[in-house]
């Protein structure tokens, strides 16, 4: 008889290697790639799962010795396709295999059913509760019988205390129950089911080339479509054939939160088959969806980053919706992207991917360039509303009194007439990784490194220029090193003083302000409802407001200032720009109204600038591949990043420094190693950050370095903390 032996990992994240046991006779069946096991390790038990299962004989001396499984759990093993999945994450992002499931497995599975916590209708009080949203959550409690609380908390923001007071004197009670998959509550309501939507030719053409593939074969699609052509449609398409052929369907969005439209028309059309998996589940809720998949009891995945590591069997499609978005990217401890990781797994899986944009990123655009994606196109935006007009503020040509404003004389007057038609208007400042720099106020350009063409970042103590790829240094210039002006400013804006410079000129406007750093889930949730609803004239915000909302009152869109997002010291700062833009003005005139967009910049002629304006992305495209290859950045070449930070600056950059000699020890020609450099926020929460840049033609090369600097380093030590980011999406 042979016997084999199971190569099991040990649920450990720093682990990168299998142990070995023998498969009890008891267990052949069950045993399997896949399988999780609990296996003996010293003298306690431990839960791993098998990934490779080899044959070794009862003659075989190594066999022999091996400790035996003791249980398989009964559970479904991992889908074979997600085995191999998982390994390639590992070796790609030179991450251990331990981490890489860690993020990937939720670790519930000993801890028995899911319950979620609820607030249920008790009674209504004989004197009114003095608090209106105490009086108002109850009123809702009392409609829908009970809520999770976590739900309640996105249509109450800040209403714990009030809650407490319900709870206190007896008007609703906590109960546990099995969380429902239903998680938005009222925001997913009234969402038309799209039945009657009859699909226009190039959706058609699109729907057409992709279903043959379902569940049968891998292939890649870049389906580029400008805002408000019917992309959700053809996903839903896509989905819907997928589940016909008796397949599954995973779709990835950037952020729930952000765009319940596309939660509500799946819930809409696909009822309990769909599982939303947003940023704001609870651990147990993710645990919850993600074996409710492996157990095939739900059929489409409609989810976050996260969502790529849902164990659904016999996938059939999977889908990444604007696909070109930094979310996608996991920026601390395993830095994976979901986006690529999508490619990888329709791979393994062997079924088609289609990736969403109407601004693709250059690395999709060149691939479908290439011929290694597909290209489908909807040129159109459906019933052929047209494509808003944008309109440039000069900000060179203001007079002296508005030159310190962000509100020009064309922007007051636009949001005036805005407010007089009871319409509203999204302002949008871009801030995001903010990084101090000199701007020229005469011809627009920022002080730039004359070795990576990228925007210096300006330092006071001392006082100069840096720049962050390179760690070249200058003074800080008196005159624009491009025109000789003398006008240089500082620039750096903050949402208040705008904020307030508004409700100065327009007391009585109904604003609100979105903060991507500072808003939580449910504000978010609450301000964006309330503006759908009609009850706020403006709301002004950062890049948050871009994504794909679809509000119909909305007639004005305006970025205040196109430089924040432009100087950014990052080699994409032109792409994001322009697709910041593109998506922004797609927000206006989605209704019947036509829509206006104001962008005020110092720098109308910019190429990024001018090929928005005229929604010629292609045209963008070409200009900023061009500039890319010439100054040696993806998709031209491979970077990848290593960060240190640590209490101890002298200590976290001699282990930097080390990490660097060890890699540039083995680097043949084709690999560059950069730094390391104190990173652009050198300093946070009192640690000091460093970076080292690495760029290389060669993936392979790039890779073992990586691998041989991670084999020595680890994930850091002495108080220092490494990570490695392969394809870094910001150098912020
Ligand atoms: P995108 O995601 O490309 O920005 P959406 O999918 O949100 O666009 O579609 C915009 C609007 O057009 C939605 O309200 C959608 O219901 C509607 N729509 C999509 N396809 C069709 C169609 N073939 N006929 C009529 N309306 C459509
Ligand atoms: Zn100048
Ligand atoms: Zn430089």
């Known amino acids: 008889m042979t016997e084999n032996t199971a190569h099991v990992l040990l649920l450990v994240p720093s682990l990168n290697r299998l142990y070995s046991y023998k498969i009890p006779a008891m267990f052949v069946d069950t045993a399997v790639p896949g399988a999780r096991v609990k296996v003996p390790v010293r003298r306690s038990l431990r839960e791993g799962y098998i990934l490779e299962i080899s044959s070794g004989g009862p003659g075989d001396a190594v066999h022999r010795k091996l400790r035996e499984i003791k249980e398989v759990l009964p559970i479904p093993p991992l889908p074979p396709g997600m085995i191999a999945f998982l390994k390639w994450m590992s070796n790609y992002y030179v991450a251990p295999l331990g981490q890489v499931f860690q993020t990937a497995i939720p670790d519930f599975l000993a801890r028995g059913p899911i319950q979620a916590k609820y607030y249920e209708f008790q009674a209504m009080p004989d004197v009114p509760v003095r608090s209106d949203k105490a009086m108002q959550i109850l009123t809702h409690l009392r409609e829908v019988g009970s809520e999770p609380q976590h739900v309640l908390r996105v249509l109450f923001p800040s209403s714990d205390s009030s809650i407490r007071t319900l709870l206190r004197k007896g008007l609703i009670k906590v109960v546990y129950k099995e969380a429902e998959m239903q998680d938005h509550g009222q925001v997913l309501q009234d969402m038309p089911d799209g039945v009657g939507i009859v699909l226009n030719p190039e959706q058609e053409a699109a729907v057409e080339q992709v279903t043959p593939l379902i569940g049968r074969e891998f292939k890649a699609f870049l389906l580029h479509g400008v805002t408000g052509s019917g992309k959700t449609e053809v996903y839903l398409n896509l989905v819907t054939r997928a589940l016909k052929a008796g397949k599954t369907a995973l779709v990835l969005v950037p952020e729930i939160a952000l765009t319940p439209q596309m939660a509500g028309s799946f819930k809409a059309r696909l009822h309990d088959q769909v599982a939303v998996m947003h940023s704001a589940l609870t651990r147990s809720q993710r645990a919850d969806i993600w074996f409710r998949a492996l157990t095939g009891s739900v059929r489409v995945i409609l989810g976050v980053r996260s969502a790529i590591f849902v164990p659904l069997q016999d996938l059939g499609i999977i889908v990444v919706d604007e696909e070109h978005e930094n979310t996608y990217k996991q920026e601390h401890g395993f830095r994976y992207n979901a986006r690529d990781g999508a490619i990888v797994r329709g791979m393994h899986e062997g079924c088609p991917v289609v990736l969403g944009s109407a601004t693709p990123s250059l690395d999709s655009f060149n691939n479908a360039a290439t011929g290694k994606y597909v290209y489908l196109s909807l040129p159109e935006r459906v019933s052929s509303r047209p494509m808003p007009e944008v309109q440039f503020v000069d900000l060179r040509f203001q007079g002296e009194a508005a030159r310190n404003s962000l509100i020009s004389p064309a922007l007051e007057d636009a949001i005036a007439q805005v407010i007089a038609r009871r319409e509203q208007a999204i302002l949008f400042l871009n801030r995001k990784g903010f990084a101090p720099f000199l701007l020229c106020k005469d011809c627009g350009q920022s002080v730039q490194c004359p070795h990576c063409s990228i925007s210096m970042t300006l330092h006071h103590h001392p006082p100069r220029m840096v720049c962050h790829y390179c760690d070249y240094m200058t003074d800080i210039p008196q005159a624009c090193p491009s025109c000789g002006s003398m006008d240089l400013v500082n620039v750096g804006v903050g949402l208040e003083k705008v904020v307030e410079e508004l409700e100065q000129r327009f007391p009585d406007i109904r604003l609100a302000r979105l903060d991507a750093d500072t808003a939580s889930t449910k504000r978010l949730g609450a301000i964006l409802n309330a503006f759908a609803k009609g009850e706020l004239d403006v709301v002004i915000g950062t890049q948050i407001l871009a994504k794909g909302h679809d509000f119909p009152g909305v007639t004005l869109v305006a970025v205040l200032l196109a430089e924040l997002s432009m100087g950014l010291p990052d080699f994409r700062a032109a792409e994001r720009t322009f697709s910041l833009i593109t998506q922004v003005a797609g927000r206006a005139g989605r209704g019947d109204k036509p829509g206006r967009v104001i962008v005020q910049t110092y720098q109308p002629e910019h ?117 490695i980011d392969v394809d870094p999406m910001s150098l912020l």
């Open 607 to 723: 190429y990024v600038l001018k090929y928005a304006a005229a929604h010629d992305y292609t045209g963008f495209a070409v200009v900023e591949n061009g500039l890319r290859k010439q100054r040696g950045y993806p998709p031209f070449v491979h970077l990848s990043v290593v960060w240190f930070s640590g209490r101890d600056p002298v200590a976290t950059r001699e282990l930097a420094v080390s990490a660097a000699n060890i890699m540039r020890s083995m680097a043949k020609k084709d690999l560059r190693v950069l730094g390391p450099v104190k990173a652009t926020i050198f300093k946070a929460r009192e640690h000091y950050r460093f970076q080292l840049l690495l760029k290389s033609d060669s993936r392979k090369a790039m890779n073992e370095a990586l691998w041989a600097m991670h084999n020595t380093v680890g994930r850091g030590h002495h108080g220092v903390n490494v990570e």
